[in-house]
């Protein structure tokens, strides 16, 4: 997801199918670099919140970069690795494995 004051929500899927059939818009739009994505996506309230909602969301997130963090060669990981760690640290709504059962 892009800030709103980027590309308007309304926009933002109409405009990404767009470029998927125009090909003459694939140079406006070039994916960002993994390292500015990860910074703006750890600041987001599904990150942030800890909200029981947006659970799927963050394992999202984290499997995004867990992936990326993989498909790097060996020699970045570790610079990759540092920059999550660096923005996840502090985060209060990261899972973990509990030898306690869920409560409900």
């Known amino acids: 997801p892009l800030p709103e004051t980027v590309i308007p929500t309304a926009y933002e899927n109409k405009i990404g199918a767009q470029i998927l059939t125009d090909s003459s818009m694939r140079d406006w739009f070039e994916p960002i670099p ?6 703006f ?3 987001e309230p599904c990150m942030m919140a800890g909200r029981a909602e ?3 969301l963050r394992i999202q997130v984290l499997l ?3 992936k990326e963090y993989s498909r790097r ?3 970045e990981r570790n610079v990759f690795g540092s920059l999550c760690q ?3 640290k ?3 709504c990261l899972p973990f494995d509990s030898p ?3 409560t409900k």
């Open 34 to 39: 993994m390292e500015i994505w990860a910074e």
């Open 90 to 92: 502090d985060k209060p």
């Open 41 to 43: 996506v750890a600041h």
């Open 86 to 88: 660096s923005l996840l």
């Open 54 to 56: 947006d659970e799927a």
């Open 100 to 102: 306690e059962p869920p």
């Open 73 to 75: 060669p060996l020699t």
């Open 64 to 66: 995004s970069l867990y």
